[in-house]
């Protein structure tokens, strides 16, 4: 799998939820099935996480593009730091929040699917192979 591709999935799920949570949050997460309605606050607080995420969509796009792994290596790593913690995140609310539905399992998927497909991506990478298998000397 090349790095182009796992970037531009990344990039559309990110659009897809990303835009979904700046002009709807509500629907997405009724798309969920048993979630309460956000308040003002919490509203507010998904629309800013859309954006966000829609600017990391955006970001991943542009580094599909990059003809070697090597030149964007720090998307990569920021991409893996992301997912490998939102899959943490999704993974201990799931088993220890009451309230949290059993169609939230699709975060923790979509979060462990890419935390391993950037890991891959980084331990293949030159940039990665090197920096792990040389010491560096400050």
Do not use: K
Not at 126 to 135: D, I, Q, V, W
């Amino acid at each position: 799998m090349t790095h182009r591709l796992i970037f531009r999935c990344a990039a559309f799920v990110g659009l897809v939820f990303g835009v979904m949570l700046m002009f709807t949050p509500d629907a997405l997460l009724a798309a969920y099935g048993g979630a309460e309605s956000l308040n003002h606050v919490g509203r507010y607080m998904a629309m800013l996480f859309g954006a966000a995420v829609t600017g990391f969509a955006v970001m991943n796009w542009a580094a599909s593009s990059a003809p070697d792994i090597v030149e964007i290596h720090y998307v990569l790593i920021g991409n893996l730091v992301t997912f490998t913690l939102g899959f943490v995140i999704a993974l201990y609310r799931q088993l220890m929040g009451d309230s949290v539905p059993d169609t939230a399992w699709f975060n923790v998927a979509i979060n462990l699917a890419f935390a391993g497909l950037f890991f891959y991506l980084y331990m293949s990478s030159p940039a990665g192979y090197r920096l792990h298998s040389t010491s560096r000397h400050a």
